[in-house]
Structure formats: C-alpha cells, structure tokens
DNA sequence: CGCCCATATTGCAACGTTGCAATCAACGTG
DNA sequence: CACGTTGATTGCAACGTTGCAATATGGGCG
C-alpha cells in the first residue's frame, strides 16, 4: 500500500541507503541523483514511516504536555501555545488531562498510561516536585506553576508572591479596607494558592491590613466562584473588595453578587488571576494578572529541548520566572476598555 | 537503559516469545509461567516500545482530533469528550489546531504534517466534504459539523436546521418580531452557518416574519459578536431579539449591548448556540440550543473504531444526527437558573 | 503400552528505517 | 603515471516487537 524507501530505490535506480540519504539530508548526495530520487518521492506519494524511523533512532518526536483539564480558559490558551512553540522545533504535542487526579499524574510520568514521549511538560496539581522528579526517572521534566525546583527538574512560573501583591496593593490604593480573598486550598501538594494566598496578605499588610476572610474552595471553577462569594456576602462584615486567584472563580464571583444585587465596582472590587478571554468580555469587565502565556509556553519548550538534544541530565533544574501584568479593567473601577 | 522483552525473559528464563504472550495476551500460558514473567516484568519496570510494536503491526494507536482552535470553549470541552471517549478504546489522541486554514486541513489529512495516524477525526472549517475524501485518501476519517456525506467518510453532526429553527420560534413564541441573526459568514465552504442561517429564517417564516438584518462575520469570537451587536444598534430599525450563531459571538454582543445601555432582555433578547459555560455564568446569563457534545464525542470515536479496525472501506459515509436542547435563561427572559 | 490430541512454549523472520564502515569513482598533485 | 584525497554511493546489521508455524510436554483413551 505506502511506499517504502526500498520501492523509491527500485523507481530512482538507487540504493535504498541513498534514498534515505536524501529524505533525511544525512550525507552529501550528488543534485543528478537527489532530482531522481526527489521525483521518485514525488511519483509514489513516499512518506517516511515514524513508527521504523522512531524505533531506530530510540526518539518519538512526541512531547508530552499534561494539563488539569483542557477545556478551562486559561490552560486551553496555554495549551495553544505549547502546541506552537512545540511545532517550530519539529515536535508533535501530545495533550493529556489529568483531571488533577494524583494517580493520573503519576502515571503519566511513569510511561504506564500513554504512548512514549521525548520529554513532558507538566503543570501539576496534586504531586510535589520531588515526587515528581522521582516519578520522571531519566524522562526531561518541565514543570510549570511551581517555584521550588527540584533535581534535574526545571520550573517555568510567574513570581505569584508579586503577582499577588501587586494585586492587592491596586485594591488598597483604591481605598479598600475590607478586603477578602477566594481561592486558598487546603490539604494539597500544589503551592501556588499558597504563594498567591502570601503575597496577598503582603501586600495588605504594607497598608496596615489583614484579610477580613479568607475562603477556601475545592477547585478553580465559576460554581466555586459563586458559592465562595455567596458565602462573603451573606456574612456580618460585607467585604469591599474580593481577590479571586482565577479569572473563573472570580467570574463566578460576579455572577454571585449580581444575583444579590451588589454592584460591581461601586459597592465591591473584583480581581481575578490568569486573564482569559471571558474577562475582557463580561460586564464589567475584570480587573485581573495577566501572566505572559506565551513567554512561558516558549521558554518551557525551550527547556525541555535543551534537556531532549543536550542530555543534560546532571545540570540542576533551573527556575525560569516569567513577567506577568496588572490589567485594571472596569471590576475595580477602571475605564471600560473597547473590545 | 530500558528494559526489553529480551531482559524479562532472560530473568523469568522463558523465551522472548512467552514474555510477548503474556504482556500481549495473545496465547494461553501456564498460570505459574505467567506469574514468573509478571514478576520479572515488575522487577526490570518493563514497558513495551511503542515504535517497535507499531511498525510490526503497522498501526499506531494514535488517532488525530483536528478542530480549527482549542483554546475556544466550545471546541475545549469536545476534545475533552474525544479524548475520553477515545481513551477507552486504547486510543491515544493527537490534537491538532488547524485554525481555520485551509492549507493546514489539506497538511493534515494529505499526512505531510504530524505524526501518522491510524484515523482522524476533522471538524472542517474550509474544505468541502468532497475534497476532504479525496485528500484523505484511505485514512478512515470522520467529520463533524458538516451534514452530506461524501464517499466513505462518516459525519456527525446535530441538525443545525432544525436547532435554529427552534432558537427563532422560541424568539417569535416570546412576542418578538423584529429579529436578527448574527453569525453567516460568506465565501466558506463551511455549511453550518448557512444550516443554521436557513433554519432560522424557517422558524421566523413559521410566524410570518422575515429577519430585520443578518449581520456577517469573520469569525465565531467574542469581539466579532461586539461589532456585530454595535452595528445592529447603531441602525434605525434596532431588533428587539438577535440569535447569534455561536455563544461567544453572544457573549460579545451582550458586552456590546451593556456598553451601549440596551436592558437583556427587557430591550433585547439574545440567544446564542452551542452551550459553553460562560454562558451559564454571565449576567443575564444566555439562553442557547445545547448540543449533546458527549454523544458527538461518543459516536464520532465509535465510528472511526469500527473504519479503523473493520476496514469498511466500502461502507458509504454515514450521517448521524445527535440531539440538540432549548436551553432558556435569562437572557430570553427565563429565569435565573441555580449556578 | 502406544497413540493422538490439546495445551504450552519456542525459533525464525520480518516490519521500515538509519548508523557504521566499506567501496567505488573521479580528480588534483607530486 | 601512481598516489592520496575527497565525494558519492552502497551493504550489512540492528532497533524491539509480533505473526507464523513448528516443536515440546502432558494426559486421556483405545
């Protein structure tokens, strides 16, 4: 059925090393036999096959990309730009969930569940670094959204604690004094609700402040937005302002205190965390941290190749922090932007 | 470095043969043989290669999703289902983003791009059922969002007619009679709009109406919605109720409403399409038809396993129609639903 | 006790590719 | 004119797995 090297030798009157020579650019070919074999290529549609070609040179050309869920606004961007970065340095991506679920994080890392990868980059929930690094083996690892590095593992993240801050800080200029915070979560290995939860209370502290409540919820999603802000507002000391560590909660948040006929930025202050693309469109629109998504999809990629085509096993993990931007949309008073 | 069926069966002392039974299930073996190669396989951490078995059965076991973006939410939450859904067949699935470009469909299907698949699963935006068959070539290949079969390939979709019909009848059953559409889009093989386009003029029709405007788009994102929704109002004749054919052109028209003063849905009523979880969340939140995308999901993988491993070359293309819900909320009118 | 059958296990070859090293032709140089 | 050198091409083997067919083992039956 497909063509094989040997049946584009038969055709060009070549050998098939010389075929393969010429597919693969490995050594120097004489323009006479490259034109014969090229139009023999042409002629019989060759494609090389991956599975032969893989098994040979012991590389995939796949990369492993692990995600909580793929269908969030914010990991579903990022995921995009994976995809791209991934793409220009001849890589294929393969998407996994993990749902956030440990045992589905450890057994993508262990290669028991899914096909082989080059290398992965994860964006873990529930397991720690060093489990990580212990679970990964020889596998080249990049973790997004930790600070700690660990091993050989590297860490591509944003500076949260100043993200968070910054965030804060933007809701105590505006004269908030009540402020409360959405998104803490116990009992779980992930450390970025902690260093968001710390930076936080930094920056009210720099004006005097502590957080007149801070509410736990068990994922990231609107409902818990919602629930967590119903919460807010059903008790004594109303805050004035609320920092939700995700857009969605945050939007969830919003939708909580229409329903209760707050308004939003007059009687209370909204921020989100991650800016999607909801954010920009909802009314009104949310104040939120953008982290440059791009940037960190590029330099994980960028990590992770060094680590496939280096072998650097012995070189330590590096921690890569990338910038991130406080965007002061309409849910904190700012100047409706056009869309 | 990794271990082999050769190391196993040197360690178990059974031949290479044995140890591929067992791991492979393919021919009975002692229960005490078994348990001695399972032990050995647990020992050296045994885990087949892909690639050699790959090219020894000449399938790959991955299984290409292509949808025009995945960051957007509608297409995030199908692949979502597709790869669960593929997942329990053993397949592992391979996103691909073709961003609406035609020449990127034409890489993927023609296998000049990616990795090499044993099927694909196209959500086409600019190529016609017919060039799809022919560029796919023996590749099994199922295609959502289009309705007319074309050759061997099967197609899953809703009956986009009738869904906009019941999104216009639901319109002009509230009262409305000035009516608009936001969503055709010009000069696009892609039949879904003008399915729906149709649709929506038969329900208006249904009530003796005719549309007030029908407002083209680029594409089916938020800030296409806003610009659409700016033009409708800025005209003499504002409509009292627009259906936009996706729910993040619905999302855009709402902001564009707000900026613009204009009550949902006292002043305007806004419908959109496709069910996204914004549209459960946002204030007022939006009325929509609900595809069942996990039966999409379902039948779109169940129809590629039986192409891929019956071979039904022959078989003509099959059309299946998955159902479609009325959702109404409060941007029609309806009440505030639990979030 | 010998034969046959079912069950359990094995050896060989092949999937399509590329690394390695060898071969071959042609050319410029001493 | 012989020689070394460069450039072009080639054959062989191997990557790790499984299909095929053959072989060993044990048990039931005549």
Known sequence: MAARLKDVAALAGVSVRTVSNVVSNTATVAPATRARVMAAVEELGYRPNLAARNLRQGRTGLVGVAVPEIHSPYFGALAGHLID?????????????????????????????????????ISPWSTSPAELASLAGGL???????????????????????????????????????????????????????????????????AGLSPVAEVEVTDLHRAEGARAMRELLATAGRPDAVFCFSDELALGALRAAAEQGVHVPRELSLMGFDDIEDGRFCTPSLSTVAPDREQIAERAVQCLAERVLGRLDTLPGRRIVVPHRLLVRESTGGAATPV
């Open 85 to 121: 970065a991934a793409q220009q340095r001849g890589w294929t991506v393969l998407l996994e969930r993990t749902g956030g679920r440990p045992e589905l994080e450890r057994r993508l890392l262990d290669g028991s569940q899914g096909h082989q990868v080059d290398g992965m980059i």
């Open 140 to 206: 080249p690892l990049v973790v997004l959204g930790e600070l700690e590095p660990h091993g050989s593992i590297d860490h591509v993240a944003l500076d949260n604690v100043a993200a968070a801050r910054a965030a804060a800080r933007h809701l105590t200029a505006a004269g908030r004094r009540r402020i409360a915070a959405v998104g803490l979560q116990s009992g779980l290995g992930h450390g970025t609700a902690e260093l968001r939860a710390e930076g936080f209370r930094q920056g009210l502290a720099e």
